[in-house]
């Protein structure tokens, strides 16, 4: 059984856990931060926790984390309590209630179980242990998502990796313009005037990714 951590990860973790498992391969994967077989873990520091929920995209990795393997997990490294410092000032009463929240949501809200740590130190004994209990063979980490068999479904996610894109406003383009149009509209004001809701920079996004 390989134990596959993402790349990115800091080097500090990744040669702690070095220290307690065998098998470790390293990977940059899109989901999920640490892997064993159908078990993923998305690991999270308190403040890059707090950082992911302000810019969206902590939800955006729960839900991948969610639709691509069986068995995910979060984990929280560090602690959290009015007045503790740390490298941007000190945690406030409403930092506190903020990661509350999220743990909340991220359990009752995806049925996402949550493990804390207190330092990466830690962090590593815990992924040691549960590589430990894992009794499954080698198995190399699942695909970044669900894969949609639904051509709509396809379509309208192709369009979504264009920033500032989301599932409604690419499934109005959609119900304007065939995807085999788009490279045949060389002027964002197209979009803009056809598509409800439509922002200039976004329409301009749009035409680059199809003419360019």
């Not at 069986?70 to 941007?88: K, S, W, Y």
């Amino acid at each position: 059984m390989t134990l596959w951590i993402d790349s990115r990860e800091p080097a500090k973790v990744i040669n702690q856990i070095k220290q307690l498992v065998s098998d470790v391969e390293l990977r940059m994967m899109d989901t999920g931060d640490y892997v064993i077989g159908d078990f993923a873990i998305e690991r999270k520091t308190i403040t890059d926790l707090m950082g992911s929920v302000f810019d969206t995209r902590y939800w955006k990795q729960v839900e991948n984390l969610k639709n691509t393997y069986p068995h995910p997990c979060v984990l929280i490294e560090g602690e959290i309590r009015a007045g503790l410092q740390h490298h941007h000032g000190v945690f406030t009463e409403g930092d506190v209630n903020l990661v509350n929240s999220v743990e909340n949501a991220t359990i009752m809200g995806w049925s996402i179980p949550i493990v804390k740590t207190p330092s990466y130190v830690d962090t590593a004994v815990k992924i040691a242990e549960f590589y430990a209990r894992s009794e499954k063979k080698h198995e190399k980490p699942r695909a970044v998502v669900k894969k949609e068999a639904d051509p709509d479904k396809v379509r309208v996610a192709m369009l979504q990796i264009i920033e500032g894109l989301g599932p409604m406003g690419a499934s109005r383009v959609l119900s304007k313009f065939k995807l085999c149009d788009l490279v045949e509209i060389n002027d964002p004001t197209v979009y803009c005037k056809s598509v409800v809701g439509m922002n200039r920079k976004v329409a301009e996004r749009i035409v680059k990714v199809f003419n360019q």
